[in-house]
């Protein structure tokens, strides 16, 4: 009889993309790759836990080149970025960054990209995992509006960590010091052209620079940060899921799908009913407002044994969450925290099962054990560090 493997190979051949920094980070010994937005994608080195406790006392380097960026540009790109997301956009400054999301007909998510605001009619959106520059596309072909939707040869880098401040210091000057929270500008490092943001998916202090011409420079440009960051201790990480769930911030295709709408998971306030542009998902979300979830997205302690990094193995698929004998939810996302010596993560739940301090089962791989509703986020709720 055939017996299964605990750990197949992932397979490189052409189907799948390849970041512009697949060979520089591979280099640094991957041990393990997802596939997001049709890439393979680092998810660690070798030791989550060590990549954690880096990150949160050092600089980390990360290949993020599976955000690919959709470029909207034209005449009415404004219009068109305001029909996309139901975020009011004109609280967005040239130079600024807004976390958002993309609705569509019925209020349900596509994606929760971070929009950067480059001029007047000049947009990205760095996406997380689903085909918005189809859905772009294919938006745009029967609005009427003039604009040209694209996917740029841009590729970015994240460095995250107490310790990033000094090292993009050292590359860009002290014009670092004074960029806000959410904010971007444009540079020139060497002769490579860049856009540096202060964004980042840790929940620490954290950049991000995106490469143009990404597919001729990105050994260069990543050869150049390593080296900038020797004197500060980096080390090239994959992104750390123990601290994106401590710092609440949610992954697409597991936090939410196009299954869930904005309320469901606790981002009612970047729904703006009552600004003029008619975005869309619009009726459906005022709807949805006025009758009220039936369920949510809340935090969850799982007691027991620890559960692993989320990133190791350990969560291959959603776990049922059990209350009386039947299931009533899942959970989302899940892992140790290391600092907090707790099992926590995300679960999906009715309304009346949601209520903080309520007592769960949950059926995780190693078997059944009890969980409690807590609040989230679990660390820096005012998200006090990543603005620092």
């Not at 990543?222 to 911030?249: C, F, K, T």
């Given at each position: 009889?055939?017996?299964?493997?605990?750990?197949?190979?992932?397979?490189?051949?052409?189907?799948?993309?390849?970041?512009?920094?697949?060979?520089?980070?591979?280099?640094?010994?991957?041990?393990?790759?997802?596939?997001?937005?049709?890439?393979?994608?680092?998810?660690?080195?070798?030791?989550?836990?060590?990549?954690?406790?880096?990150?949160?006392?050092?600089?980390?380097?990360?290949?993020?080149?599976?955000?690919?960026?959709?470029?909207?540009?034209?005449?009415?790109?404004?219009?068109?970025?305001?029909?996309?997301?139901?975020?009011?956009?004109?609280?967005?400054?040239?130079?600024?960054?807004?976390?958002?999301?993309?609705?569509?007909?019925?209020?349900?998510?596509?994606?929760?990209?971070?929009?950067?605001?480059?001029?007047?009619?000049?947009?990205?959106?760095?996406?997380?995992?689903?085909?918005?520059?189809?859905?772009?596309?294919?938006?745009?072909?029967?609005?009427?509006?003039?604009?040209?939707?694209?996917?740029?040869?841009?590729?970015?880098?994240?460095?995250?960590?107490?310790?990033?401040?000094?090292?993009?210091?050292?590359?860009?000057?002290?014009?670092?010091?004074?960029?806000?929270?959410?904010?971007?500008?444009?540079?020139?490092?060497?002769?490579?052209?860049?856009?540096?943001?202060?964004?980042?998916?840790?929940?620490?202090?954290?950049?991000?620079?995106?490469?143009?011409?990404?597919?001729?420079?990105?050994?260069?440009?990543?050869?150049?940060?390593?080296?900038?960051?020797?004197?500060?201790?980096?080390?090239?990480?994959?992104?750390?899921?123990?601290?994106?769930?401590?710092?609440?911030?949610?992954?697409?295709?597991?936090?939410?799908?196009?299954?869930?709408?904005?309320?469901?998971?606790?981002?009612?306030?970047?729904?703006?009913?009552?600004?003029?542009?008619?975005?869309?998902?619009?009726?459906?979300?005022?709807?949805?407002?006025?009758?009220?979830?039936?369920?949510?997205?809340?935090?969850?302690?799982?007691?027991?044994?620890?559960?692993?990094?989320?990133?190791?193995?350990?969560?291959?698929?959603?776990?049922?969450?059990?209350?009386?004998g039947t299931q009533i939810g899942h959970i989302t996302s899940a892992c140790h925290s290391p600092r907090l010596e707790k099992n926590i993560?995300?679960?999906?739940?009715?309304?009346?099962?949601?209520?903080?301090?309520?007592?769960?089962?949950?059926?995780?791989p190693v078997g059944k054990t009890t969980a409690t509703v807590v609040k989230k986020p679990f660390i820096d709720p005012k998200k006090e560090i990543p603005?620092?």
């Amino acid at each position: 009889m055939a017996t299964s493997n605990d750990a197949p190979q992932i397979l490189f051949y052409t189907r799948i993309r390849k970041s512009p920094y697949f060979e520089a980070s591979r280099r640094q010994g991957v041990k393990a790759y997802s596939v997001y937005n049709h890439m393979y994608h680092p998810r660690h080195y070798g030791d989550p836990v060590k990549e954690y406790w880096k990150l949160l006392t050092d600089v980390t380097l990360w290949d993020v080149g599976v955000e690919r960026q959709v470029e909207i540009t034209g005449p009415d790109a404004f219009a068109f970025i305001n029909l996309l997301t139901p975020r009011d956009l004109t609280k967005c400054a040239v130079g600024q960054c807004k976390y958002a999301i993309i609705t569509a007909e019925d209020g349900g998510i596509v994606n929760d990209p971070v929009l950067l605001r480059l001029d007047n009619n000049h947009f990205w959106l760095s996406v997380a995992d689903s085909d918005v520059l189809l859905w772009a596309k294919g938006v745009a072909f029967n609005s009427g509006l003039n604009v040209h939707i694209q996917e740029p040869d841009v590729g970015p880098v994240q460095l995250q960590g107490p310790k990033s401040r000094q090292v993009m210091q050292d590359l860009f000057g002290d014009r670092v010091l004074d960029l806000p929270y959410y904010h971007l500008f444009t540079a020139k490092l060497d002769d490579m052209n860049v856009v540096v943001s202060r964004t980042g998916y840790s929940g620490e202090v954290g950049y991000e620079i995106y490469l143009h011409n990404a597919s001729r420079h990105a050994l260069k440009l990543w050869d150049r940060v390593l080296e900038a960051g020797r004197p500060y201790n980096m080390s090239v990480v994959g992104p750390s899921h123990i601290r994106r769930i401590e710092a609440g911030i949610l992954a697409y295709g597991a936090d939410m799908t196009l299954e869930n709408n904005p309320y469901e998971i606790g981002l009612g306030r970047m729904v703006g009913l009552d600004q003029e542009a008619d975005f869309i998902g619009k009726e459906a979300l005022r709807v949805i407002k006025a009758r009220g979830v039936q369920r949510k997205l809340v935090g969850v302690e799982i007691h027991g044994d620890p559960l692993g990094t989320y990133i190791d193995g350990s969560m291959e698929d959603f776990w049922p969450v059990i209350r009386d004998g039947t299931q009533i939810g899942h959970i989302t996302s899940a892992c140790h925290s290391p600092r907090l010596e707790k099992n926590i993560g995300y679960a999906m739940l009715p309304i009346k099962q949601g209520d903080l301090g309520t007592e769960l089962t949950v059926q995780t791989p190693v078997g059944k054990t009890t969980a409690t509703v807590v609040k989230k986020p679990f660390i820096d709720p005012k998200k006090e560090i990543p603005k620092a």
